[in-house]
């Protein structure tokens, strides 16, 4: 069966905790973030729990907020899929 494309995966949960690790590395709120990229802290919220699926320009936006590369986003996330589809 073939996946509706503007679906949320599994990617994107992951990505949306790693948002999640940062922000609290960070000492910032939900809504302080939000505040800085431009958009409600509910939007926050559906990004760090994967609902929805981070866009590239707001990606960027997080990774000049936190100082860190793209990639960042995405390390480890092989191993996490692999081991999901185990359990």
Not at 19 to 28: E, M, Q, T
Not at 39 to 54: D, S
Request: net charge positive; charged share 25%.
């Amino acid at each position: 069966m073939k996946q509706d494309v503007r679906t949320a995966t599994e990617v994107d949960e992951f990505v949306g905790a790693q948002l999640k690790a940062l922000r609290k590395s960070a000492g910032l709120t939900q809504s302080k973030l939000a505040n800085q990229v431009g958009v409600t802290f509910q939007q926050v919220q559906k990004y760090e729990r994967g609902t929805n699926r981070i866009g590239a320009s707001r990606l960027w936006s997080f990774c000049k907020i936190f100082d860190v590369k793209p990639d960042h986003f995405f390390h480890g996330v092989e191993e996490h899929l692999a081991q999901s589809k185990k359990n």
